[in-house]
């Protein structure tokens, strides 16, 4: 390897690493240190040998032992498990009798701005004797004032507005 540089210091310096990176015990390891200072302590005859200690359970970083914790952490995760008579009050709480009425109830507006179909499904089953309902149909018109049928006026944004309505309700008690 032949290197060709205008200056001989920097010929001088490549030559320089080339050579210390070649020579036995330089590549790549640091100095050799000495022994630390002992600051006027002395040693005092053999001293006895350290008690034998047990080697401690090394942790292992694959997959299988990544797994084990994540069982051992499952039991807080999950929700505690409900005896089979907790199980069974559960879904008869959720099969609870219910009809399907039809009928019309209007849906009021929301403070959001949107129709708010929960209360009409409410009324529509309460009209029919029901306590609560659940909206499953509803219907959509747009009603104008009389104003847009008048030839050659431009139509405003507030001349018409979307009525919703509730068609059809699941009731239950």
């Known amino acids: 390897m032949m290197v060709r540089s205008g200056t001989p210091a920097v010929r001088l310096g490549t030559l320089i690493s080339a050579v210390l990176l070649l020579l036995p015990g330089a590549g790549g ?3 050799a240190q000495s022994a630390p200072p002992t600051l006027g302590l002395q040693e005092q005859g053999p001293q006895a040998a350290p008690p034998p200690s047990t080697p401690a ?4 970083p694959g997959l299988i032992n990544e797994m084990g914790k994540l069982f051992d ?17 559960d879904l008869s709480r959720l099969a609870r009798p219910s009809t399907m009425v039809s009928g019309r109830a209007a849906c009021p507006v929301s403070p959001s701005g949107g129709p708010d179909c929960k209360l009409a ?19 959509s018109a747009e ?11 431009q139509r405003k944004p507030d001349d018409c507005r979307t009525d919703t309505v509730v068609t059809s309700a699941l009731c239950q008690n």
């Open 73 to 89: 952490k499952l039991p807080s995760i999950l929700p505690p498990i409900k005896s089979p008579s907790e199980t069974m009050n």
């Open 29 to 31: 390891t640091g100095w």
């Open 143 to 153: 009603k104008c004032s009389a104003k847009v049928l008048i030839p050659g006026r």
């Open 121 to 139: 499904a409410d009324q529509l089953c309460q009209g029919k004797g029901y306590k609560e309902g659940k909206s499953l149909n509803t219907d």
């Open 57 to 60: 359970a090394s942790e292992n």
